[in-house]
């Protein structure tokens, strides 16, 4: 399995912009899909976005649509998520987690259950 580490968070302002990125270990991280979940206090953790292992195929959760953009470099064994116009209900800590996609894309569905590794996470914090 492959091994991930994230990085990138930190203190932003609401309308701020943060980067994180999902840096792996393992030869076969190109086979891997890729997704980022957040888990805000008291709150179960929810997936955010995923991008497949060639970069060609993406999903969001509705409400980061139009401000999180995801995208990866397989020859650094690294995703990232641009998180921009952020706001105080982005606040959580994210996760990257890995998985192999064996049906076609999205119809796994998104429960963190479906994902075989996964990141520390990595805390942002967006104030008001």
């Known amino acids: 399995q492959v091994q991930l580490v994230e990085s990138g968070g930190g203190l932003v302002q609401a309308g701020g912009s943060l980067t994180l990125s999902c840096a792996a270990s393992?030869?076969?991280?190109?086979?891997?899909?890729i997704g980022w979940f957040r888990q805000a206090p008291g709150r179960e953790r929810d997936f955010v976005s995923a991008i497949s292992w060639s970069g060609t195929d993406r999903s969001y959760v509705d409400s980061v649509k139009g401000r999180f953009t995801i995208s990866r470099d397989n020859a650094k064994n690294t995703v990232y998520l641009q998180m921009n116009s952020l706001k105080p209900e982005d606040t959580a800590v994210y996760y990257c987690?890995?998985?192999?996609?064996?049906?076609?894309?999205?119809?796994?569905?998104?429960?963190?259950?479906?994902?075989?590794?996964w990141g520390r996470g990595t805390q942002v914090t967006v104030s008001s």
């Open positions: 987690a890995a998985r192999r996609e064996t049906v076609a894309w999205g119809r796994a569905g998104w429960s963190d259950a479906t994902f075989v590794s």
């Open positions: 393992g030869r076969t991280f190109s086979s891997y899909a």
